[in-house]
Nanobody, 115 residues
Framework: QVQLEESGGGVVQAGGSLRLSCSTS????????MEWYREVPGDKRKFVAG???????HYAEFVKGRFTVSRDNAKNTVYLEMNNLRPADTGRYYC?????????WGQGTQVTVSS
């Protein structure tokens, strides 16, 4: 069974930075990719950033130039570096591992950006 654990969330002022981490219980390279999503109450979970096994990154338009997704293979961990945070970035951030047969989700970590 695959387990994902996010960490690094918190409360930050607008303009500040946070780095989220997502550690996996399996070798991170067995997945087809790793992605970050954001969810706010009353809205569906939205794609934020992704990283393929080959290292290709992709971002939602609303985070381009501010967020960076990266990976540490030795630690089986994917990161989301978030800079110049805005109140609109507030939400619960989830990590997803794209498996060959199914996807796996963590429990999320809350990010709150105050104005």
């Amino acid at each position: 069974q695959v387990q994902l654990e996010e960490s690094g969330g918190g409360v930050v002022q607008a303009g500040g930075s946070l780095r989220l981490s997502c550690s996996t219980s399996r070798n991170i390279l067995i997945f087809n990719g790793m992605e970050w999503y954001r969810e706010v109450p009353g809205d569906k979970r939205k794609f934020v950033a992704g990283l393929t096994t080959s290292g290709t990154t992709h971002y939602a338009e609303f985070v381009k130039g501010r967020f960076t997704v990266s990976r540490d293979n030795a630690k089986n961990t994917v990161y989301l570096e978030m800079n110049n945070l805005r109140p609109a970035d507030t939400g619960r951030y989830y990590c997803k591992a794209i498996g060959a047969l199914s996807d796996h989700w963590g429990q999320g970590t809350q990010v709150t950006v105050s104005s």
